[in-house]
């Protein structure tokens, strides 16, 4: 990790903050006056601010229930971040871990910890979404076999991978899919004749939604909610 970046971890300076620092030669590591914030540091090495030594803050993990008419990114557009939503210290310095529309609600997994995120949004890992949807005419009975198999998206070379369909009424299904293509499940409704009308996911690899969160609460996430992402 970068000196500049570990110094923002470890304190409650930003990035420009951290830098003017640096300049103050206050700064040292393994005892020795370091003013290049990109220095490279490995975990055997100690950081210290006027004799202080830094411990950088723990990896934070964290679940929200997304409401309607927001974005999950770290810059606010037309609709406002999620991020708004987080009473912590340097929200907008995490990221979310699987990205929802901004009509879509549901389970939105945020952590500053990105080997842990890159386990639930690479292609590789294969980690299982499940969403709840509402359509706009009835399911057809053939649809829960041809998302087993795969359907062409339009603009897409090669079929979807093998999802699971589980038919509550006929406008509402849960869906189980292992990718995240833009606009997946409104577009494989859409590949089978059908409209999204109402788009919730419930549930990402292990970790289920809390039912006791309102849309816009959020909480920490258990350790073994973490641990399960790492399996």
Same mark, same amino acid.
């Given at each position: +990790?970068?000196?500049?970046?570990?110094?923002?971890?470890?304190?409650?300076?930003?990035?420009?903050?951290?830098?003017? =620092?640096? /300049?103050?030669? =206050?700064?040292?590591?393994?005892?020795?006056?370091? /003013?290049?914030? #990109?220095?490279?540091?490995?975990?055997?090495?100690?950081?210290?601010?006027?004799?202080?030594?830094?411990?950088?803050?723990?990896?934070?993990?964290?679940? +929200?229930?997304?409401?309607?008419?927001?974005?999950?990114?770290?810059?606010?557009?037309?609709?406002?971040?999620?991020?708004?939503?987080?009473?912590?210290?340097? #929200?907008?310095?995490?990221?979310?871990?699987?990205?929802?529309?901004?009509?879509?609600?549901?389970?939105?997994?945020?952590?500053?910890?990105?080997?842990?995120?890159?386990?639930?949004?690479?292609?590789? /890992?294969?980690?299982?979404?499940?969403?709840?949807?509402?359509?706009?005419?009835?399911?057809?009975?053939?649809? #829960?076999?041809?998302?087993?198999?795969?359907?062409?998206?339009?603009?897409?070379?090669?079929?979807?991978?093998?999802?699971?369909?589980?038919?509550?009424?006929?406008?509402?299904?849960?869906?189980?899919? +292992?990718?995240?293509?833009?606009?997946?499940? /409104?577009? +494989?409704?859409?590949?089978?004749?059908?409209?999204?009308?109402?788009?919730?996911?419930?549930?990402?690899?292990?970790?289920?939604?809390?039912?006791?969160?309102?849309?816009?609460?959020?909480?920490?996430?258990?350790?073994?909610?973490?641990?399960?992402?790492?399996?």
């Amino acid at each position: +990790m970068r000196l500049d970046k570990y110094i923002c971890k470890s304190t409650e300076l930003t990035r420009n903050e951290a830098k003017k =620092l640096l /300049k103050t030669g =206050l700064v040292r590591v393994n005892d020795e006056v370091v /003013k290049n914030g #990109a220095l490279q540091l490995s975990d055997t090495c100690q950081v210290a601010v006027e004799g202080q030594l830094l411990t950088k803050r723990s990896a934070r993990y964290i679940m +929200m229930f997304k409401p309607l008419d927001t974005i999950c990114s770290n810059v606010d557009e037309v609709h406002p971040s999620v991020l708004h939503f987080l009473d912590v210290d340097k #929200a907008f310095d995490l990221h979310i871990a699987g990205r929802l529309d901004v009509d879509t609600t549901g389970l939105v997994l945020i952590t500053d910890d990105g080997q842990w995120s890159h386990q639930i949004t690479s292609p590789r /890992k294969a980690c299982q979404k499940r969403y709840r949807v509402w359509l706009d005419e009835a399911i057809a009975p053939s649809v #829960a076999e041809a998302f087993a198999r795969g359907v062409q998206l339009k603009g897409e070379s090669t079929l979807t991978q093998p999802a699971q369909l589980e038919v509550i009424n006929e406008r509402e299904v849960l869906l189980t899919i +292992m990718e995240g293509k833009y606009h997946q499940v /409104k577009r +494989m409704f859409a590949a089978v004749g059908n409209h999204v009308v109402g788009l919730h996911r419930e549930k990402i690899g292990e970790i289920t939604l809390d039912e006791q969160l309102e849309p816009g609460q959020w909480r920490y996430l258990t350790e073994q909610e973490v641990a399960s992402v790492r399996r």
